[in-house]
């Protein structure tokens, strides 16, 4: 727990395929001067003066219902964000070191609502249902809008992904307005398509403002607005009842690999949508916060 005068923490690092998180244990409530201070949290996740990530995520007990935990995401820019994939599953898997989990299943409340989460012990992945609104917009030809959680904008490139300068035209997209439902911009990911039918994702986050190594609500975007115009071209010119049960797809990401799965159909649209990945326990240590 924190001492309320020398203001040192624990805690604990995470990263799913390479988005770094900072883990705080507050099922005692002893970080709330950690999570109402945008500038503890800015300073925690410096990578140069302090400890480094592209996040935070407080782990507390809910006031009430039958939920395991409650996952608070931090942006590393100080401010809470909405969902985050990658750090939902993180969450998971320290809920899981915390002993707050039975038969490595969780029900957990998160930025925007309740998600159930599977701990796969043999494979060392955790499996994180999304709440999908389902509603996707078509920008222009190549470009589409959707929220999983998190406003993402996917823009579909033929060739040259690796080449492309992500954060400047990320930042441009993300800042440019065209948005104003969103607080805060848009997420912008540039896919390119795969040989064997997975997809190639660059991502740039707003609240980090710059493209980090993965993305998962990012990645879920990219893999159900692929889905959907590939619905679009060929299933549902062929029927308009037609199924796709436990469908998956690869997303390669900067830091390693990801997996969506997901049931559609053309009536009901996406279900079942889950976030599949890695989220490893890197180490754990104490930090002292500046004086404030």
Same mark, same amino acid.
């Given at each position: 727990?924190?001492?309320?005068?020398? *203001?040192?923490? &624990?805690?604990?690092?995470?990263?799913?395929?390479?988005? $770094?998180?900072?883990?705080?244990?507050?099922?005692?409530?002893?970080?709330?001067?950690?999570?109402?201070?945008?500038?503890?949290?800015?300073?925690?996740?410096?990578?140069?003066?302090?400890?480094?990530? /592209?996040?935070?995520?407080?782990?507390?007990?809910?006031?009430?219902?039958?939920?395991?935990?409650?996952?608070?995401?931090?942006?590393? $820019? %100080?401010?809470?964000?909405?969902?985050?994939?990658?750090?939902?599953?993180?969450?998971?898997?320290?809920?899981?070191?915390?002993?707050?989990?039975?038969?490595?299943?969780? *029900?957990?409340?998160?930025?925007?609502?309740?998600?159930?989460?599977?701990?796969?012990?043999?494979?060392?992945?955790?499996?994180?249902?999304?709440?999908? $609104?389902?509603?996707?917009?078509?920008?222009?030809?190549?470009?589409?809008?959707?929220?999983?959680?998190?406003?993402?904008?996917?823009?579909?490139?033929?060739? %040259?992904? /690796?080449?492309?300068?992500?954060?400047?035209?990320? *930042?441009?997209?993300? /800042?440019? %307005?065209?948005?104003? &439902?969103?607080?805060?911009?848009?997420?912008?990911?540039?896919?390119?398509?795969?040989?064997?039918?997975?997809?190639?994702?660059?991502?740039?986050?707003?609240?980090?403002?710059?493209?980090?190594?993965?993305?998962? +609500?990012?990645?879920?975007?990219?893999?159900?607005?692929?889905?959907?115009?590939?619905?679009?071209?060929?299933?549902? +010119?062929?029927?308009?009842?037609?199924?796709?049960?436990?469908?998956?797809?690869?997303?390669?990401?900067?830091?390693?690999?990801? &997996?969506?799965?997901? /049931?559609?159909?053309?009536?009901?649209?996406?279900?079942?949508?889950?976030?599949?990945?890695?989220?490893?326990?890197?180490?754990?240590?104490?930090? +002292?916060?500046?004086?404030?």
């Amino acid at each position: 727990m924190a001492s309320t005068h020398s *203001r040192i923490i &624990s805690f604990h690092k995470y990263q799913g395929a390479g988005n $770094d998180f900072i883990l705080l244990d507050n099922t005692k409530g002893g970080y709330a001067f950690i999570c109402s201070s945008p500038e503890y949290i800015r300073e925690i996740c410096h990578r140069r003066f302090g400890v480094g990530a /592209d996040g935070l995520i407080a782990i507390s007990k809910p006031a009430a219902g039958c939920y395991d935990f409650r996952m608070t995401y931090y942006n590393c $820019d %100080g401010f809470e964000g909405s969902m985050c994939g990658n750090g939902a599953r993180c969450a998971v898997s320290f809920a899981r070191q915390l002993g707050l989990l039975q038969y490595n299943e969780a *029900r957990f409340l998160a930025y925007d609502g309740v998600h159930f989460a599977i701990y796969d012990e043999l494979h060392a992945n955790v499996h994180v249902k999304m709440n999908i $609104d389902g509603k996707i917009t078509k920008l222009d030809e190549t470009s589409y809008f959707v929220d999983t959680g998190s406003p993402h904008v996917v823009r579909f490139v033929a060739e %040259g992904l /690796d080449e492309l300068n992500v954060e400047v035209l990320g *930042r441009q997209i993300c /800042d440019s %307005g065209a948005f104003p &439902s969103t607080s805060g911009g848009v997420n912008v990911n540039f896919v390119q398509l795969d040989q064997d039918d997975g997809l190639q994702i660059r991502t740039y986050e707003r609240g980090v403002g710059a493209e980090t190594y993965a993305c998962g +609500t990012g990645s879920v975007a990219a893999a159900l607005v692929h889905a959907h115009r590939a619905s679009s071209t060929v299933a549902m +010119t062929m029927c308009n009842r037609c199924v796709w049960n436990a469908r998956h797809t690869h997303v390669k990401v900067k830091g390693g690999e990801l &997996s969506v799965a997901f /049931d559609w159909n053309a009536e009901q649209g996406f279900s079942e949508v889950y976030l599949v990945g890695p989220a490893q326990y890197v180490y754990s240590g104490t930090y +002292t916060c500046k004086d404030r």
